[in-house]
């Protein structure tokens, strides 16, 4: 059974479910329709991506913007990141907050990161494995993002990776917002 944990932003989920651990080696369920209807929560994804990152590499903060937003589920296969999650949601009563947590690969926990929100993460080790599981496909019309030290956060990275797409995106005090 999928157990979850409400954190500091509205409708962001910290999922958790048990790692089975035997003589073979782990074994995970990740998504369980009954479990996610059972919370409400959307469960038809379209794509799923993964990402490798060498450490100090900081992707982010990555959103769709609508018609083509999504649900988004993020998990760690190998490595640990620091994960951070943005609200865009003018509705919200945490629009403008963040929230952080470390995901890793020996851990049972994931994020449940609702429409509105923009993510990224910061590798802090090589090879990284973060899987993402998103209810809309990639639409370069809608890809967005605000840019990665433009909202307080302190990655706590001296020289952190960063691609050239995510330093170009505008800063949280310049974006209009339409979530």
């Not at 620091?82 to 003018?90: A, E, H, I, S, Y």
């Not at 899987?131 to 890809?143: E, I, L, V």
Request: proline letters at 3%.
């Amino acid at each position: 059974m999928i157990s979850y944990s409400t954190t500091s932003i509205e409708d962001l989920l910290l999922l958790s479910n048990e790692i089975f651990v035997d003589e073979r080696g782990k074994f995970k369920k990740l998504l369980s329709k009954d479990d996610f209807d059972v919370l409400s929560l959307e469960c038809n994804f379209v794509e799923l991506y993964y990402s490798i990152s060498k450490k100090d590499v900081i992707r982010g903060m990555h959103f769709q913007l609508p018609p083509m937003d999504h649900e988004k589920l993020v998990y760690v296969i190998n490595g640990k990141i620091l994960d951070v999650c943005l609200d865009l949601r003018t509705s919200s009563g945490t629009f403008g907050k963040y929230f952080s947590c470390v995901l890793s690969g020996d851990d049972d926990k994931y994020l449940y990161i609702p429409k509105g929100l923009a993510h990224g993460f910061a590798a802090l080790e090589d090879n990284a494995i973060v899987h993402y599981a998103q209810t809309t496909g990639y639409s370069k019309a809608h890809d967005s993002g605000i840019r990665y030290d433009s909202f307080g956060f302190d990655w706590n990275i001296e020289n952190p990776i960063v691609s050239d797409r995510d330093k170009s995106f505008p800063r949280l005090i310049n974006f209009s917002t339409v979530f």
